[in-house]
């Protein structure tokens, strides 16, 4: 993707206002059923919104309260700094290092910060690992409380109502309308994230990927996997949504 002030700047700005205006509610999430077009259609908005943010930002910016400079370098650091790579690194690590994997889930905020990431200060990060007993699901059910150094921008859906409510009432039909069918003995464990308490799932290494390289591991990794309403992606696959 471009740097900050290159050709794709402008449309990785409105990306990242749009979502932001999202964040503060200023649109109606997508329905569940659509959730699966993921990381770029789940971010569209209607354009009437995205006007808005647009005309929002110029009017910022022309009485001084908002530096385009800043806003540019803002936009870069989610683009290359802050995102789901990140959070991609933190479970290949665990996967091929069984002390650090130790570490991750006794102390996620400790851990996650040995590989140069952190939250926000007073956030405690707890990591949930997958099993072939356990899958774990993770949730807001009061706004959207989100761990954004690992896991980038939160996704429309992870806002929306729909999921805020059916992840706890019916968490498997949820994970359907993902793709993830569970068999019954498998159980579904739902944790609910807070301003004080937030979540990261470690899904389970996919069978096959034994060879596989600490960053050929990390590309297995989606945002959607490290929320629980995904797996880790197979090998043969290797390319992250």
């Known amino acids: 993707m471009a740097r900050a002030g290159g050709p794709g700047t402008d449309t990785a700005r409105q990306d990242f206002l749009t979502a932001a205006a999202a964040a503060a509610g200023a649109t109606t999430a997508p329905d569940l059923a659509h959730a699966q077009a993921h990381d770029h259609g789940a971010q569209k908005l209607p354009s009437d919104v995205a006007l808005r943010v647009k005309s ?3 009017l910022l910016i022309e009485k001084g309260i908002v530096d385009s400079a800043a806003l540019d370098a803002l936009v870069d650091a989610y683009e290359h700094e802050i995102g789901p790579h990140n959070g991609a690194r933190v479970v290949a690590r665990a996967w091929v290092d069984p002390a650090y994997k130790q570490r991750l889930l006794a102390d996620g905020t400790a ?4 590989l140069g990431y952190g939250g926000s200060n007073g956030v405690d990060v707890r990591v949930l690992e ?9 949730v807001c059910t009061l706004c959207s409380c989100y761990i954004w150094a690992v896991l980038g921008l939160p996704p429309l859906w992870y806002k929306s109502p729909p999921y805020r409510s059916r992840a706890v009432i019916d968490p498997r039909g949820v994970l359907r309308e993902f793709g993830t069918v569970l068999p019954e003995d498998i159980e579904v464990r739902v944790w609910d994230s807070t301003a004080e308490q937030r979540y990261m799932v470690l899904p389970e290494r996919p069978t096959g990927s034994e060879a596989l390289s600490e960053e050929a591991l990390a590309a297995l990794v989606t945002r959607d996997a490290m929320i629980g309403v995904a797996k880790a992606m197979p090998p043969e696959t290797g390319i992250r949504s």
Not at 111 to 114: D, F, L, P, R
């Open 56 to 58: 929002l930002e110029s």
């Open 111 to 114: 851990a996650i910060a040995e």
């Open 130 to 138: 997958n099993t072939p007993r356990v899958h774990n699901l993770v």
